[in-house]
C-alpha cells in the first residue's frame, strides 16, 4: 500500500539512553547489523521525532529517497519511533501520512500490551 522500500521499528532502550532497531522489513541483515544506536540529541528525524512525539519527514529527491518517522506513544509516552523508507515523494503525500501513522499507533498498542505482559511476568517471578 505504501510502496515502501522498507521500515525499521526503533525501541528506546532507557539504560544506555539510546534508540535501537528492533525490528526492520525491507533492508538484509548485513544492513542491519551495521546501524548505529541514536542518542535521544541526534540531528536527524529518528531522534527527533522521539524527541517531539511528532511525525518527522526526510524529503527525498531524484536520486535519494524520502521517509517517514512517526513516534510509537504509550501510556508511559514515547518508547520508540517507525521509520518507512519511501520512494517517489509519497512522504509528502497526505494519505501515506496518515496511514504511517495509524500504522505506528497500532504498533505503539502491540508494544504497550508486550511491556504489561513482561510486567506481570517480573511480579509473579
Known sequence: ILDAVGLIIWTWEPAAAVLRPALAHGYPDTVLAQLPAVAREA??????????????????????????????????GCVGVLAVELRHGSEQTACVRALVTMFAAQLAALIATAERAEALDRKRA
Open 43 to 76: 540531528e536527524n528525524a529518528t531522534a527527533a521525532a522521539f524527541r517531539s512525539a511528532g511525525l518527522c519527514a526526510v524529503t527525498g529527491s531524484d536520486r535519494m529517497n524520502g521517509a517517514l518517522v512517526a513516534p510509537l506513544i504509550t501510556s508511559v
